[in-house]
């Protein structure tokens, strides 16, 4: 794999620059969703800045999956979320790569994700979401409270 | 209303989430979309703290 990039902190998240001169924001929102029952937990979401015409850099996926394995080194007892947007009609796109993103940094196989996708019946829109944790730190059921649903299939 | 499946299994059940998780997600939806504009933009994320109580976390 290649190298990752170098990470630096800037106005409250973090920042790295391509071979090519881009930026990529990585961003972590801190919600007070399991706060009741006990946990952080944040939404997780990397961009780059402005509208710049993207180009495969294979440097990228090592950062993103450096980031996320720091993060539950870091805090073994938080929920981390990726939400895809449908507002591009990418999200099934997006939620494939970081689905083979996330078998990289899963490798202990301590670390679970559940693949949702929710249909939001009023606007007729469709998102895909994963929350992904440390089966070591947090039971099943705490998501299951969440969803106030049952949770029968996850993926390690 | 939202309902869930999980897009790995061909059988499973679609499922409506309670109202707290979907007032959670719908949130969520809401910031990622502005913050996006907001990066595209260039523009001082900071501000939406203040403005919509979007706290930034630095957990690394």
Partial sequence: MQNPYNLREEDGDFVFITDLGLEYRIIFQKYNAFDDLGYYSYEFSFYPVGKPETAYDARVKPTIVNSL?????????????YICDSMDSRARERSMLF????????????IIKLNRKIYDTQNDLVYYFAIVFNQNYIPISILEAFLETEIENYDK | MY?????DKSDAQPKRIGAKAESFIKKMI??????????EEGKDLSELTQKRGIRFAKPL
């Fill in chain 1, 69 to 81: 394995q720091t993060f539950f080194n870091q805090n073994p007892d938080s929920i981390l979320i």
């Fill in chain 1, 99 to 110: 689905n083979r993103w996330f078998r990289d940094a899963s490798s202990s196989g301590e």
């Fill in chain 2, 3 to 7: 309902i869930i499946t999980n897009p």
């Fill in chain 2, 30 to 39: 809401e910031d990622k979309r502005i913050i996006r504009t907001y990066i």
